[in-house]
């Protein structure tokens, strides 16, 4: 554990989702950080070398080390910094912490990247000068628009490999607008996911509800209006501290007796209809990607192609319509934090864990692996 108060300097930028993950964390934990845009001299000169790629955040610690990813990130700083830990103790917290961390940052990017980008005439000039400005924070209008549209060209190139299309767009905004109601319900009564303190469950839903759900004109029209009590959220994770006056008897803590609050069962479940599918149907690609695929020795790159970004594509039925969607292999990874924890439980913690997924329809997520694991190597996702 590290005891110095120098500050970390954070690579990242507003309208970055991840970026948006790690900033909440670093101040509900109340540590020293600097963010810096990537057109800092130090991003290209420093940081893209270090990881091998462009990509945010990175965070530059104190003491030379470099982290990238968001989750490998916050676990690294739990190790130094272990007061008002974000990753619960007891079981089921625990458990369901690691499935809303794994939730936010892999099935929530439909939403997310859909109201981002179908909504031009409500969004493209404040993404607009939002992208080109973190590349030149002192660009007049112009120039920005005209220093972001290779990136926003390249961004919303993205959405068919996330399945969205004119087919399935009213099935995204179905899923997403009663899962504003559900975490809306859950709010109303409790100012964190688990309680009276912020824990990777909330850092994990932040990034997505933040940076695109709740600064793009589009989406947060829709979440302050149809969804107060989490733009309420929103807010509060942005703020240094804990922020929440209305709820004056409640402790600064997660809740006793590792209590799962009522009010997450509707979100739990919501889980188990919109992204157990499409993780079960990975998994199956997966394991017919590894039986096509003998030759694999660990520690190889997953992808193997330096021009590719995925493994192929697979079909997925969501609320009775068919996504098409290009595999993220990160989600497997993500989910092995999930089933790793479960499994390291006692025989009784584990039961405990099983009879709470088994209500909400999200039983068969812990038993869920592909034949071979993947670790992350060098900031990179290699077989084991």
């Known amino acids: 554990m590290t005891t110095s108060t120098a500050p970390y300097i954070m690579y990242g930028c507003p309208p970055s989702l991840y970026s948006g993950k790690l900033r909440c964390y670093l101040r509900k934990k109340a540590l020293p950080f600097q963010e810096r845009l990537p057109s800092h001299p130090e991003f290209f000169t420093r940081m893209v070398p270090a990881v091998g790629r462009m990509v945010m955040p990175i965070l530059d610690a104190h003491d030379g080390a470099i982290y990238q990813d968001t989750t490998e990130i ?6 130094r910094h272990p007061d008002r830990p974000a990753i619960p103790a007891s079981p089921k917290q625990k458990a369901v912490a690691h499935l809303f961390e794994l939730f936010g940052d892999e099935g929530l990017l439909r939403p997310a990247m859909h109201y981002r980008w179908n909504f031009p005439e409500e969004n493209d000039d404040f993404i607009s000068l939002e992208f080109g400005r973190f590349m030149n924070p002192v660009a007049d209008d112009t120039l920005a628009k005209e220093l972001a549209a290779p990136s926003k060209a390249k961004m919303s190139g993205y959405l068919p490999a996330l399945g969205i299309t004119e087919t399935t767009i009213s099935t995204i905004e179905a899923a997403y607008m009663e899962l504003l109601s559900a975490l809306n319900d859950h709010f109303l009564k409790y100012p964190y996911i688990l309680g009276g303190r912020s824990t990777i469950a909330d850092y994990g839903l932040i990034g ?15 979440m302050k209006t149809k969804a107060n009590r989490v733009w309420r959220w929103v807010e509060r994770m942005n703020a240094v501290g804990d922020d929440m006056p209305e709820f004056p008897d409640m402790d600064n803590e997660l809740l006793a007796n590792d209590e799962i609050p009522e009010t997450l069962f509707p979100v739990m479940e919501i889980i188990a209809k919109d992204h157990l599918p499409e993780l079960k149907a990975l998994c199956d690609f997966i394991d017919t990607h590894l039986e096509q695929n003998t030759d694999i020795e660990a520690k190889q790159p997953v992808i193997r192609d330096s021009n590719a970004r995925t493994l192929g594509g697979f079909r997925v039925k969501v609320r009775d319509q068919d996504f098409d969607l290009m595999a993220r292999h990160y989600s497997v990874w993500m989910l092995q934090r999930l089933t790793d924890t479960v499994t390291d439980f006692s025989t009784e913690d584990k039961m405990d864990v099983e009879a709470l997924f088994e209500k909400v329809g999200l039983k068969d997520i812990l038993s869920l692996r592909t034949k071979r694991r993947i670790e992350r190597v060098n900031f990179k996702e290699v077989w084991a």
């Open 74 to 79: 916050i676990d690294a700083l739990e190790e």
């Open 208 to 222: 997505p509800l933040y940076a695109h759900l709740a600064r793009d004109p589009a989406p947060a029209h829709i």
